[in-house]
């Protein structure tokens, strides 16, 4: 049975949704507020395709990244869009970070991390990367670059193929339950869907206030930013250089990322944006700033992580800073091989009530409304299985009513 579906947001999560939809032979209308596709959390990552090292085994993370790694690579294959294999070394820079490097290993090969090898022998670390310091790795060889904007587009082909509309700049307003149907709102326009799926990243807390929902999680946006290497000194990097986690931590720390263009950065930080959309320090929302620090789980959130705070907005603030991090890794680094910022991007970390964040992917269901509360990275590796999964668990004649946060 066709049904009407209106799908809010234009990144890759939610144009991969309308894309299974329209195939399926759905009325599926997209809503973007801003006027081209792919403009925020698709459009300001890394490009990386991850294989899975970090996450924990039999979360949706883990399970729906070793699906959407194939999937993703798959599409690429099909629409011939450049997908290039360079290869993750995650590096203990030392011996204190040996047993942590166990985990990563264990955690890896429970995800079936695919062609994963520990090296301990210095001779081979530094034949995959020759320039990077360290006493022992994982390497992943399958880890990619891609380009998820360029990705989103051919997917919004396929949708328009399909006879799905995509109605660019057109901001959500309200949505209200009409006789078990959505009524869906822009300044512009408002229609009646059967269902209406919610993918709107940084904002998902804000458009999940419309019908109701629990407000919890609610959004912390992190901005994380990037230096770029110089060309000269990016073949100091071969692939992807990245730290051993700290596990206190939600974020990977300072890492070397290659590109799918061949443009090497370096990156990113983590510090506290104050603006859902802050991209840059003097982006600021008085109502996005006083939202998060009213919200109950600010300050336990503040009291357990002030430490990191402090030193990622130095790093932020102070170049030489920043740089200590990175030459942990590559010796060889000169602070004149950061040439430029890089654009940076924002994170939608959802967090609860007791200042706890939510590690995992999390889907909440308001009668006909799908709500993706949590979709952080590998959101874009895993977009197409996230897709087959809210349409299997949630769009189903008897959806799920119930957060599912593993």
């Known amino acids: 049975m066709t049904e009407r579906v209106g799908v809010v947001g234009g990144g890759i999560v939610g144009i991969a949704l309308a894309r299974l939809l329209t195939g399926r032979g759905d009325d599926v209308t997209i809503f973007e507020k801003e006027s081209h596709l792919a403009q925020h959390q698709t459009g300001h990552n890394s490009g990386v395709v991850h294989a899975g090292l970090y996450y924990k085994p039999g979360s949706l993370k883990a399970t729906l990244c070793a699906s959407g790694r194939v999937k993703i690579r798959e599409f690429c294959e099909e629409k011939r869009l450049p997908y290039r294999e360079v290869g993750k070394l995650v590096v203990a820079v030392d011996a204190s970070e040996l047993a942590a490097l166990a985990e990563i290993e264990r ?15 210095i001779v081979r670390l530094r034949e995959i990367e020759p320039h990077t310091a360290g006493v022992a790795a994982v390497h992943s060889p399958r880890t990619a670059a891609v380009d998820y904007s360029t990705i989103t587009e051919a997917m919004a082909q396929d949708v328009r193929a399909a006879g799905g509309r995509i109605l660019l700049s057109h901001e959500v307003t309200g949505m209200a339950e009409e006789n078990g149907r959505v009524r869906v709102t822009t300044p512009v326009f408002d229609d009646v869907f059967d269902r209406v799926i919610v993918c709107a990243g940084l904002h998902s807390d804000a458009v999940a206030r419309f019908v109701g929902a629990d407000p919890a999680p609610k959004i912390l946006p992190f901005r994380g930013e990037y230096w770029e290497m110089t060309p000269e000194s990016a073949s100091l990097v071969r692939g992807m250089i990245y730290p051993v986690p700290d596990p206190r931590f939600p974020f990977l720390g300072v890492h070397f990322t290659r590109g799918v263009y061949d443009a090497v950065h370096v990156g990113p930080n983590a510090v506290p944006a104050l603006s859902r959309e802050g991209y840059r320090w003097l982006r600021i929302s008085a109502r996005d700033t006083w939202e998060s620090l009213s919200w109950p789980g600010a300050w336990p959130l503040a009291k357990q992580h002030w430490r990191m705070g402090v030193d990622e907005i130095s790093g932020s603030l102070i170049k030489p800073l920043y740089y200590r991090k990175a030459r942990r890794f590559l010796p060889e680094l000169k602070i004149s091989d950061l040439s430029h910022r890089a654009a940076a991007g924002v994170r939608a970390q959802a967090w609860g009530r007791a200042g706890e964040l939510i590690d995992d992917f999390a889907v909440d269901q308001v009668g006909a409304v799908t709500l993706l509360r949590n979709a952080p990275s590998p959101a874009a590796t ?7 999964y809210v349409a299997e668990h949630y769009l189903a004649p008897t959806p799920r009513s119930r957060l599912h946060r593993r």
Do not use: G, T, Y
Not at 112 to 117: E, G, I, Q, T, Y
Not at 382 to 388: K, L, N, P, Q, W
């Open 107 to 121: 955690r890896s090969i429970e995800n079936r991390v695919p062609d994963l090898a520990r090296i301990d022998d």
């Open 382 to 388: 895993s977009s197409i299985a996230i897709a087959e």
